[in-house]
């Protein structure tokens, strides 16, 4: 079935012609009726043989003229009728047509709207979850604890904390920070005294370094400590020889042969009984010396 349809009526005047004159002067028309008139005028004798010629000159002309003038007319007009009520309906086809496509854009539109309306409901839940809204404002009354939204403010929340949290790290950090630059001055101080450094401007590091005062410090005390530990191991060392050297000389002069003669055991033996007791008695002393090399 097809709903256009095309112009099969040709702009056809002469057949129309033809039959309006046809009519117009068959037996029951105008025509016939006033010939029949006249001849029955004639035949009464009302009419002479001249005014008979001029009236059926006159009549025939005026009612030839007449009708063949309206027969053309209304032929013209009846057949642009014809033409114009067949453009018509082909413009009443190429409307339903249109009027087809605008259904089919509609239910088209109409999907569109279904489906934009059912993302529009998923993004509503994924982004509010279940929440209650007001039917006849949109406005959110809840929001639920299952869509993005309430999600997205949870994870500020939490990072807000964690910022807090982490702003009392950097806080503790720089407090340790601090304190541990105290204990190292704190530590260098009592372990070295008080020091002025100097630093490379090339970024090699220190240059130099000078001690501002004579106070003792925890490294002066421990090299004294030092000292002391090392002077007693060097008096035990000498007393321990200055015993065993002297031990040996006293069970050489108890057994009675012995001679003290250049050169003999007893007399280097004897020598270093002296030489233990010369180092044993500066070990005694408080100089640096005590420590002999």
């Known amino acids: 079935?097809?709903?256009?349809?095309?112009?099969?009526?040709?702009?056809?005047?002469?057949?129309k012609y033809e039959s309006l004159v046809s009519n117009s002067l068959d037996g029951d028309s105008v025509y016939i009726r006033a010939k029949e008139t006249m001849e029955q005028l004639f035949a009464d004798g009302e009419v002479n043989s001249t005014d008979k010629a001029v009236a059926i000159s006159t009549i025939v002309s005026n009612m030839v003229g007449s009708i063949t003038s309206a027969s053309m007319s209304t032929?013209?007009?009846?057949?642009?009728?014809?033409?114009?009520?067949?453009?018509k309906k082909l413009e009443?086809?190429?409307?339903?047509?249109?009027?087809?496509?605008?259904?089919?854009?509609?239910?088209?539109q109409v999907a569109q709207t279904e489906t934009q309306t059912r993302l529009a409901?998923?993004?509503?839940?994924?982004?509010?979850?279940?929440?209650?809204?007001?039917?006849?404002?949109?406005?959110?009354?809840?929001?639920?604890?299952?869509?993005?939204?309430?999600t997205d403010m949870q994870l500020v929340e939490q990072q807000t904390v964690n910022a807090g949290v982490e702003e009392e790290l950097v806080n503790s950090k720089i407090k340790e920070s601090k304190a541990?630059?105290?204990?190292v001055i704190a530590d260098t101080y009592t372990n070295f005294g008080s020091f002025t450094f100097t630093y490379d401007v090339n970024g090699n590091g220190i240059t130099s370094v000078t001690r501002n005062d004579s106070s003792t410090s925890l490294s002066d005390t421990q090299r004294e400590i030092a000292v002391e530990q090392g002077k007693g191991y060097t008096y035990n060392a000498w007393a321990n020889s200055l015993t065993g050297s002297a031990s040996m000389l006293g069970t050489a002069i108890a057994s009675g042969d012995?001679?003290?003669?250049?050169?003999?055991?007893?007399?280097?033996?004897?020598?270093?009984?002296?030489?233990?007791?010369?180092?044993?008695?500066?070990?005694?002393?408080?100089?640096d010396e005590a420590i002999p090399a």
Request: aromatic share 8%; proline share 1%.
């Open 1 to 15: 079935m097809s709903d256009t349809s095309s112009v099969t009526i040709p702009l056809e005047v002469i057949g």
């Open 258 to 287: 012995f001679s003290f003669g250049a050169g003999s055991n007893e007399l280097r033996l004897f020598d270093a009984v002296v030489k233990c007791a010369e180092n044993l008695s500066i070990a005694s002393t408080t100089a």
């Open 75 to 87: 032929a013209l007009e009846w057949a642009k009728y014809e033409k114009e009520l067949a453009l």
């Open 92 to 108: 009443m086809d190429q409307q339903l047509l249109i009027a087809a496509q605008e259904i089919l854009l509609k239910e088209a």
């Open 121 to 150: 409901l998923a993004e509503s839940r994924r982004m509010y979850g279940t929440s209650t809204f007001d039917v006849s404002t949109g406005a959110l009354l809840t929001l639920a604890d299952d869509g993005k939204v309430w």
């Open 180 to 183: 541990a630059i105290h204990k």
